[in-house]
């Protein structure tokens, strides 16, 4: 096993560690978002965004940025790396489905279905790097 499944527990920690990877998911999201709005490749903010170009690319870099968010909530959990990064894409998937029926008449409905969808698979995926990369 995983030295870090050993760890004592630390709650404050394991929350931090959670809140840290969703400060810096959401934090590089709308910084792109914000880019993709400058650069005109996103129509004007309050303009839906239909198009499935820009859609697919708002999609991919959300998957990214999910995984690498997950990295950092496993890198920070105090034990058991997985659970904390599964945690934030439980909490990640539930914020997506709600989003995605308060935005559901804004754009393609595709899209908000695909970023419930991924919030989980994400989250596994960058435990499972973390995981990978520290074996001991």
């Not at 920690?13 to 998911?25: D, E, H, M, N, P």
């Not at 790396?81 to 997506?96: D, N, Y």
């Not at 595709?110 to 790097?129: K, Q």
Request: charged share 10%; proline share 7%.
């Amino acid at each position: 096993m995983n030295t870090l499944d050993f760890a004592p527990r630390n709650l404050p920690r394991s929350i931090g560690a959670v809140l840290a990877g969703f400060v810096a998911v959401f934090a590089v999201t709308l910084a792109t978002d914000q880019l993709f709005h400058v650069l005109e490749v996103f129509p004007p903010l309050g303009e839906p965004t239909t198009d499935t170009g820009p859609l697919l690319l708002a999609l991919s870099y959300r998957i990214l940025y999910g995984i690498g968010g997950s990295y950092l909530a496993a890198m920070l959990a105090p034990r058991n790396p997985m659970r904390h990064a599964l945690v934030m894409g439980g909490i990640g998937f539930v914020l997506s489905i709600a989003g995605g029926i308060v935005m559901w008449d804004m754009g393609a409905h595709w899209y908000p279905v695909a970023v419930a969808l991924t919030a989980l698979p994400c989250a596994w995926a960058g435990a499972a790097i973390f995981v990978r990369r520290n074996k001991k």
